[in-house]
């Protein structure tokens, strides 16, 4: 019974030191706490709520309106769903194309700098010479793509919160400065970002 009880102890301690060395930045604890229950608060940012979409990242809950039903946020809880009403309630801003999915937010017909109609937004190119700032959304292209809030901009990388990734409210990428062109990510690279005008 007691080397049972040693090697438990053993194990558990061991568990903890990965934990803390290696899988604590990726998975806090407070979103391993709010990871099991769908629609649970996970993070926030200027007290937007990310709310918890489980591990089935192509599962939503319903649609999400506004109180007063005047506008769509998107389906609970996809990333676009928290983009919109973080825009929506932070900046009172309210997107003039209310569909599609996260990479539909990028335009790839357009200039840098140029307006981004269908979001009402600026639209700058990752690669190119204007550098991501707080409150940015950052657009990843794909199947379905993905959409993040940019909370933090250092010298050699960019903060994002976002919804729908699993246990990841808040991930880092890159930020690398080459011929005065800002390239945001490495293995993992958005198409740019969008900002308000």
Same mark, same amino acid.
């Given at each position: *019974?007691?080397?049972?009880?040693?090697?438990?102890?053993?194990?558990? @301690?061991?568990?903890?030191?990965?934990?803390?060395?290696?899988?604590?930045?990726?998975?806090?604890?407070?979103?391993?706490?709010?990871?099991?229950?769908?629609?649970?608060?996970?993070?926030?940012?200027?007290?937007?709520?990310?709310?918890?979409?489980?591990?089935?990242?192509?599962?939503?809950?319903? /649609?999400?309106?506004? /109180?007063?039903?005047?506008?769509? @946020?998107? /389906? +609970? %809880?996809?990333?676009?769903?928290?983009?919109?009403?973080?825009?929506?309630?932070?900046?009172?801003?309210? *997107?003039?194309? =209310?569909? =599609?999915?996260?990479?539909?937010?990028?335009?790839?017909?357009?200039?840098?700098?140029?307006?981004?109609?269908?979001?009402?937004?600026?639209?700058?190119?990752?690669?190119?010479?204007?550098?991501?700032?707080?409150?940015?959304?950052?657009?990843? =292209?794909?199947?379905?793509?993905?959409?993040?809030?940019?909370?933090?901009?250092? +010298?050699?990388?960019? #903060?994002?919160?976002?919804?729908?990734?699993?246990?990841?409210?808040? #991930?880092? @990428?890159?930020?690398?400065? #080459?011929?005065?062109?800002?390239?945001?990510?490495?293995?993992? +690279?958005? #198409?740019? %970002?969008?900002?308000?005008?």
């Amino acid at each position: *019974m007691r080397k049972a009880v040693k090697i438990f102890s053993i194990t558990v @301690f061991l568990l903890v030191i990965i934990y803390s060395l290696f899988l604590q930045n990726r998975y806090p604890i407070y979103a391993i706490r709010h990871s099991f229950i769908i629609g649970d608060s996970v993070d926030s940012f200027n007290n937007i709520v990310v709310f918890n979409n489980g591990m089935n990242y192509s599962q939503s809950y319903g /649609k999400h309106y506004t /109180k007063d039903s005047s506008f769509y @946020f998107g /389906k +609970k %809880w996809q990333c676009v769903e928290f983009v919109k009403r973080y825009y929506f309630e932070h900046f009172n801003h309210k *997107m003039p194309n =209310g569909f =599609g999915n996260a990479k539909d937010f990028f335009d790839t017909d357009l200039l840098e700098g140029e307006l981004n109609k269908e979001r009402d937004l600026i639209q700058y190119r990752n690669g190119d010479t204007i550098a991501p700032m707080v409150d940015d959304i950052l657009v990843f =292209g794909g199947k379905f793509g993905h959409v993040a809030i940019v909370t933090m901009v250092m +010298k050699n990388e960019i #903060e994002v919160i976002q919804q729908n990734i699993y246990m990841t409210p808040r #991930e880092r @990428f890159k930020l690398k400065i #080459e011929d005065r062109k800002y390239i945001v990510g490495e293995n993992r +690279k958005p #198409e740019g %970002w969008l900002r308000m005008k």
